[in-house]
């Protein structure tokens, strides 16, 4: 029983976090076009290692 209310005291205390703030929601939007950011240049990286690769790997004769 004591597991099963502290559970319900967590739940009560996830409600109440998960509300956010207009500072908090507003200093978010940079960190995540950021990390956007620099997901496009990993990603674009790795594609041009990927092309690298098939055109090493490509039989020029056929």
């Not at 960190?31 to 674009?44: E, F, G, P, Y």
Request: aromatic share 4%.
């Amino acid at each position: 029983m004591a597991q099963a209310k502290t559970d319900l005291d967590l739940e009560e205390d996830l409600v109440v976090d998960a509300e956010p703030d207009d500072a908090e929601a507003s200093s978010d939007a940079p960190t995540s076009k950021t990390n956007l950011a620099k997901r496009r240049v990993i990603d674009n990286l790795l594609e041009e290692k990927r092309l690298k690769k098939q055109l090493a790997d490509y039989d020029f004769d056929l």
